[in-house]
């Protein structure tokens, strides 16, 4: 007995976000250069909406988004969370001015999002 399995819409979107994985994201990817951002791939991330889901899918769609997306391509998968990586904070800790300014170019993947760590 299996217990759990996903509903037939998740299956669903799963398969849609491996085919536009490996079909629109990874000619991107293949195109862009090491040690560089790929801003086309950020921005195709932001203009297929997969950049806002980070901030307001439950735990489940954003596990789901994330392994479909690294199935079909894994530097937009990489690239998708690096973008939640520095993008996160901001929406959890940082002001209201500062969510304004950044998360919309963040979002839309306009932006590249971020994130510096330090210790004493």
Do not use: I, K
């Not at 250069?33 to 950020?42: A, D, I, S, T």
């Not at 735990?59 to 789901?64: F, K, S, T």
Request: glycine share 10%; with cysteine.
């Amino acid at each position: 007995m299996t217990a759990f399995s996903l509903d037939p819409a998740q299956t669903a979107w799963c398969e849609e976000l491996r085919a536009l994985a490996r079909d629109r994201l990874a000619p991107l990817a293949a195109r862009g250069q090491p040690g560089h951002v790929n801003r086309p791939l950020l921005a195709a991330l932001g203009e297929l909406g997969l950049l806002d889901r980070l901030f307001g899918s439950g735990a489940l769609d954003l596990c789901l988004l994330r392994e479909s997306l690294a199935r079909g391509c894994t530097e937009a998968e990489t690239a998708l969370a690096l973008q939640g990586l520095g993008g996160f904070p901001v929406l959890r800790a940082g002001t209201e001015t500062q969510r304004e300014r950044w998360l919309p170019g963040v979002r839309a993947g306009r932006t590249v999002a971020a994130f510096a760590l330090s210790e004493p």
